[in-house]
């Protein structure tokens, strides 16, 4: 199919379905019965929960919040989506996926499952043996065991597969050698999913493992990488002589790079991210109009800046159909590949100009940190989300890289 086919060739409809219809409502009053006060509160700020960092590092208000909701979440059957449901999952279609994941972000509800759910689970179902999806499926869904992702090296990141930390059998073990870099949430997972080179004279992709560890294995240790933003959320991981069970390798021995890939009707709009900007923004325009918010503004005294939002406000709607057109794609059967990257690389760039544009209503009370500070505007939401989304156009794969794809996969371009 040509590229302008495979672009202007598929029909949209934007309309919920019937039944779209009232599993949409179902959804928005499920949210408004059981969403905790706490997340609530967060929401109308124009914040949104973070689930797996309250449930481990929140004060007591938040950890409670984290239990309630994830208690909630797994009564209807939604911790996990997208996976089938003899494994525990919802089964849901794309399409339901995108409703849930909009309607949870509209109302500020944070995800449930973290990297396990999102990540592991699809990964064990299609190829994990019946020992490891039975030790492994229920406890992921249950929140018993965290996961975290190992693939990222000091030297191996958009070219993954350049990855060198080694493993070499040794009777029924592996022994694990070498680095980890930016292993988000390592500090508080309780086991870890890497990509491994079990094979250093195979083609770089057909010698790597992918590979399960406990974090409490003896040899495993995590140093904090601390974000522009004061944030602990990243980690480098070090590996010295872990012994790993033969048995917790994934998939055949030196195919772990196909393993790793696996992604199994994983719903991939991001609709999330666009209508979380939407909330962020217009939460900001209502704090314009109290009185706080009237003081501190200098939307009424720069064209530019009110320019610079009703800008911010298209590109959000753009972002949107974006994310409309991928879960489209996936309900007709097709597998977006360039339009996703289209997504990832627009609402990702989009996100980090809300926040610039956010600063810029508020003048210099934006160089306020201290979200307590009585001179903080709006929180101090705009000047600390411009700094943590610093990330967004590097992490997941980054906006180049996202470029190549659409420009080599998606458009035919030569290589070069
Ligand atoms: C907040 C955050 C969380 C993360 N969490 C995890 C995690 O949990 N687990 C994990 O394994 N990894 C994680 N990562 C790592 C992430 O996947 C990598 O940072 C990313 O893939 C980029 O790799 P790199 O950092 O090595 O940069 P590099 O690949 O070294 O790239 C450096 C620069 O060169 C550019 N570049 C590289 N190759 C090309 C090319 N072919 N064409 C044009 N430009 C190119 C890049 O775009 C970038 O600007 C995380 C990263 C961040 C920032």
Avoid: C
Avoid at 38 to 67: I, N
Avoid at 204 to 223: A, C, Q, W, Y
Avoid at 321 to 343: C, K, T, V
């Amino acid at each position: 199919m040509s590229a302008y086919a495979r672009v202007r060739g598929l029909e949209m409809d934007w309309g919920d379905s019937s039944d779209q219809a009232t599993f949409r409502d179902d959804v928005a009053s499920f949210i408004e019965s059981r969403l905790p006060e706490y997340y609530r509160r967060l929401a109308e700020q124009g914040d949104q929960g973070d689930w797996q960092t309250d449930r481990f590092l929140g004060d007591d208000e938040a950890k409670a919040a984290a239990a309630e909701w994830e208690a909630a979440v797994h009564e209807r059957g939604w911790v996990a989506p997208h996976w089938p449901q003899e494994y525990g999952g919802a089964g849901m279609s794309s399409m339901e996926h995108f409703i849930l994941n909009e309607e949870m972000s509209k109302a500020g509800a944070p995800q449930v499952g973290g990297q396990g759910v999102a990540m592991l689970g699809p990964t064990l179902i299609v190829h994990g043996t019946d020992e490891q999806k039975s030790k492994f499926l229920t406890a992921t869904l249950n929140g018993d065991i965290a996961w975290a992702q190992g693939y990222s090296e000091p030297s191996a990141g958009s070219d993954l597969a350049s990855l060198q930390t080694r493993a070499i059998r040794d009777g029924d073990e592996w022994v694990v050698n070498g680095q980890k870099i930016w292993t988000s949430n390592a500090h508080r997972a309780d086991w870890i999913f890497a990509l491994v080179r079990t094979d250093p004279d195979a083609p770089k992709h057909r010698g790597i493992s992918f590979m399960l560890m406990d974090m409490e294995t003896p040899g495993i240790s995590v140093r904090p990488l601390i974000s522009g933003g004061w944030r602990h959320f990243s980690n480098e991981t070090f590996y010295e002589d872990v012994r790993v069970p033969a048995t917790q390798v994934v998939g055949e021995v030196n195919r772990g790079w196909y393993v790793g890939m696996t992604l199994l009707d994983y719903e991939r709009s991001s609709i999330g991210g666009a209508v979380e900007m939407e909330r962020q923004l217009m939460a900001a325009i209502e704090y314009i109009h109290d009185d706080e918010g009237a003081e501190k503004s200098r939307v009424d005294e720069l064209p530019s800046v009110r320019a610079e939002i009703a800008d911010r406000y298209i590109e959000i709607q753009v972002s949107f159909n974006l994310s409309f057109r991928i879960a489209s794609m996936q309900a007709s059967g097709l597998i977006p590949n360039m339009e996703a990257s289209m997504g990832k690389v627009f609402s990702s760039e989009v996100s980090q100009r809300v926040h610039r544009t956010g600063t810029r209503m508020f003048g210099l009370y934006s160089n306020v940190w201290d979200e307590d500070s009585e001179y903080s505007p709006y929180r101090s939401r705009f000047t600390q989300n411009y700094f943590h989304r610093i990330p967004a156009t590097i992490a997941g794969g980054t906006s180049e890289i996202q470029r190549n794809i659409i420009a080599t996969r998606g458009l035919g371009l030569p290589r070069g």
